[in-house]
């Protein structure tokens, strides 16, 4: 018996179908992973990224380091 | 936690050398398109030369253009910011001029070796197996050199874009191997080890993630670093592009099979294609949206500053190209749109609008930083702004005319159910004067990129005598800490926790084997089933290999690029059967190594053409097309009935055929005695209709020979070895 044979067996069609589902399911993941309140100063530094060229250390660093 | 500080300086100079390489290609790709657009309405300006067919020069102009133009921008983004976003020099300067080096040779052996015929006849993925190595090793090149500077970093947090480079230099990686794998004949002309169906699943998968991994993401990274410095705000919203970015790398990569809509591919992968597809419309608009918003409160400054200009319009193509992407995708659509213009326009929109002016956006907020001076003329870069727009609304807009006109000409029925334009040539008259249009929108644009390098050249010339090195401080990064302290996660709880991304943020190997996973696991998932699933591609008893001949015919096919514009696909489609014949099933590819489907119809479809026309027909049409066809825009093919046919080597393709599996038997022997008997039969059926004498030994046999096979192998009764096949021949009707 060949692998085609054993794989032509498993009605692989549907593995789309739930690879659908899983790649939603990792959207929504992120979704929720976005709107965490407690990420936002996080995010706010890191949108000025490339506003800095070069380091200035922030207030809030050696604090956030612990 | 005081850390002491780290001096450091960016490597500049490597940027300026890919910088101005961006612009001398971006004028050579865009001239090579412009000849090309020339050559379809002016035929007798390829003199003759196999040089100069379009067959020829559209992979060029491609290549160009992708690989070379929008490749070097790419890569001084890359250079440029993320040196300044991970607070690093590169990792090693010896890598980055190896790798600045390496690509420009590559590009070099590329312009020279498509024009001779040295093609492996997939599109986009043309070069030939030794340039194909050369590029895997450049790639592994510069990864080494991208990801050595992210481990070196004195930025924790890795920036949004960033991770589009990370995406693209993986994916790019994954893609460029395994479309390319191939059993090499010699120096010059390997063979896909995929065949038919296959090939075409994997060159779409390729090609179409070529266009996401190469053109979308690197460029997405380019805006998220270049518009925030040109407004000087930080991006709109940086939840967005966090999002933007997980959507594309899911998403994207399942989208390849929509390029095959209502071809021999099985059903429910070109569905799958068509959903991820339109799920696409919802990243990319947010990341139109975040790139335009960035402007908030600053759009007074877009008057008067060209780079914006250029960002502005760029971003809102990306917008377009994106939104248009999805529909072309959507099956009944494309049933219209394939094969026309429909989708030339589309990708010249987003390879002039979006990929061109961001390219020249970044090139003129780059030049003054880089060159240490002003800009040489702001004048003449908002000129460059208007010519450039003007010429991509002069070539995108006739074009989208053209496609919809051909499309609806080729599916038009008179009241007696017969075709309204049963000759293809009047569907291909009424587009000639729209490509004039074409050729006036491609000199405008032409014209703004050369306008484009002679400023940053004169830019360039102002620069001072020794460039300021400065020295930049930063603390170096500790070992890192794994943020707070751990949360219990209850249930699903953990799926609201922030950790596990923001760890990946700065894990920069965890983000970058996930970003991995993530395609690769999608391109498995798409890939295996057709491979694996018998029913996927039905065999059908009749179908035969190609004799030995009809092989060497089918590489001269290659070598012109016939495939550029003759498609061998007849979709089920009444007035695809009713032009063409029988529509086209997936076993009757089984031994297409590399499959010939083709992607537009400039001129018919070819999978019927076998036996349509006697072999004089052929012989009369490649030398003179006009003499068959008088208002063909077909170019000449004289050199076919001098150039000798390399008899000699058709033995060792026929054996690299048998190694990829193709049932030889007899042939793997004699393949070159084969070959001649069959060539003296047909030089001497070519002379009884009244032919010329002596061509036995020319090209025009073989390929003759190739296109008078071409589709017929259904009609034939099956052959008797085929029996034991005959099971599960469910695609032959």
């Known amino acids: ?66 | 936690m005081a850390t002491a500080l780290e001096k450091f300086r960016y490597d500049d100079d490597i940027v300026r050398k890919f910088t101005l390489a961006t612009l001398i290609w971006g004028v050579v790709g865009t001239l090579a398109g412009l000849y090309v657009a020339l050559i379809l309405v002016m035929p007798s300006l390829s003199f003759g030369l196999p040089y100069l067919t379009f067959g020829r020069l559209r992979p060029l102009h491609t290549n160009a253009a992708i690989f070379a133009f929008a490749g070097n921008a790419v890569f001084a983004a890359v250079y440029y910011s993320s040196q300044r976003l991970l607070k690093a020099r590169m990792f090693n300067d010896a890598l980055s001029r190896a790798h600045f080096w390496g690509w420009q040779l590559i590009i070099v052996a590329a312009a020279l070796t498509l024009p001779l015929g040295i093609t492996s006849g997939k599109e986009y993925a043309e070069l030939e197996w030794p340039i194909d190595l050369a590029i895997a090793v450049v790639w592994v090149i510069f990864a080494v050199n991208f990801f050595g500077t992210i481990a070196k970093r004195r930025e924790r947090h890795i920036y949004v874009a960033i991770w589009f480079y990370i995406a693209t230099v993986i994916t790019v990686a994954v893609l460029h191997i395994f479309n390319s794998l191939a059993i090499p004949a010699s120096a010059t002309r390997s063979y896909s080890i995929y065949a038919g169906v296959q090939d075409a699943f994997m060159q779409w998968w390729y090609g179409h993630n070529a266009v996401a991994f190469f053109l979308t993401t690197p460029f997405l990274g380019l805006m998220y670093y270049f518009m925030p410095k040109a407004a000087n705000r930080p991006v709109f919203s940086y939840r967005l592009s966090i999002l933007h970015f997980w959507s594309l790398v899911f998403m994207y990569i399942w989208a390849g099979p929509h390029h095959l809509h209502y071809t021999a591919l099985p059903e429910w992968a070109s569905t799958l294609g068509m959903i991820f597809s339109v799920m696409l419309w919802m990243p990319s608009w947010g990341g139109m949206i975040n790139g335009l918003m960035t402007l908030r409160g600053a759009w007074n400054k877009v008057a008067e500053e060209p780079v914006l200009k250029f960002f502005v319009v760029g971003i809102t193509f990306y917008g377009m190209s994106t939104f248009e992407g999805p529909l072309l995708s959507v099956k009944s659509v494309n049933a219209l749109s394939h094969y026309t213009d429909w989708t030339i326009a589309h990708a010249h929109a987003g390879a002039l609008g979006w990929n061109g002016m961001m390219t020249f956006g970044m090139a003129y907020w780059l030049a003054p930083k880089l060159f240490q001076t002003e800009l040489w003329s702001k004048k003449l870069a908002n000129a460059h702004f208007w010519i450039g727009t003007l010429g991509i609304l002069l070539y995108i807009v006739p074009i989208y005319a053209a496609g919809v006109t051909q499309g609806l000409m080729w599916r038009a029925f008179d009241e007696t159910g017969r075709l309204a334009y049963p000759d293809f040539v009047e569907t291909v008259m009424r587009l000639v004067p729209m490509y004039w249009v074409r050729v006036a929108g491609g000199t405008l644009f032409v014209a703004g990129a050369v306008i484009g390098l002679v400023n940053v050249i004169m830019t360039w010339k102002a620069r001072p005598a020794t460039y300021a090195d400065p020295e930049h401080e930063a603390p170096a990064l500790g070992v890192f800490e794994e943020g707070s302290p751990k949360h219990e996660a209850k249930g699903f709880a953990w799926l609201a926790r922030a950790d596990f991304h923001r760890a990946w943020e700065r894990k920069a190997l965890k983000f970058s084997v996930l970003t991995a996973l993530a395609v690769i696991v999608a391109s498995l998932f798409e890939i295996i089933p057709t491979f694996l699933v018998r029913s996927n591609v039905p065999s059908i008893s009749s179908v035969a290999p190609y004799t030995p001949l009809e092989l060497a015919g089918r590489d001269v096919y290659l070598e012109d690029g016939c495939y550029n514009c003759h498609s061998q696909m007849v979709r089920p489609i009444r007035a695809e059967t009713e032009r063409y014949g029988e529509y086209s099933k997936p076993g009757e590819f089984v031994y297409d190594h590399p499959f010939q489907w083709g992607s537009r119809r400039i001129g018919p479809d070819l999978h019927r053409v076998g036996g349509k026309y006697p072999h004089l027909w052929h012989v009369r049409h490649m030398e003179d097309p006009r003499s068959t066809t008088p208002q063909s825009i077909m170019p000449p093919y004289p050199w076919l009935l001098k150039e000798d046919t390399d008899f000699a080597g058709i033995q060792k393709r026929v054996d690299v055929m048998a190694m990829l599996g193709v049932p030889y038997g007899d042939a793997v022997n004699k393949a070159e005695a084969l070959a001649r008997e069959q060539a003296k039969q047909i030089a001497a059926e070519i002379q009884a209709q009244g032919g010329p004498a002596g061509l036995e030994g020319k090209k025009i046999v073989a390929l003759t020979a190739y296109l008078q096979r071409l589709g017929t192998d259904i009609k034939k009764a099956p052959a008797a070895e085929g029996g034991q096949r005959q099971a599960t021949a469910s695609g032959a009707h």
């Open chain 1, 1 to 66: 018996m060949k692998l085609s044979d054993i794989m032509g067996a498993m009605a692989l069609s549907t593995y789309a179908e739930i690879a659908l589902v899983i790649f939603f399911a990792i959207f929504v993941g992120v979704l929720i992973h976005i709107f965490r309140r407690d990420l936002r100063p996080e995010f706010e530094r890191a949108g000025h990224l490339p506003l800095e060229d070069d380091f200035r250390p922030e207030p809030g660093d050696a604090k956030e380091n612990g």
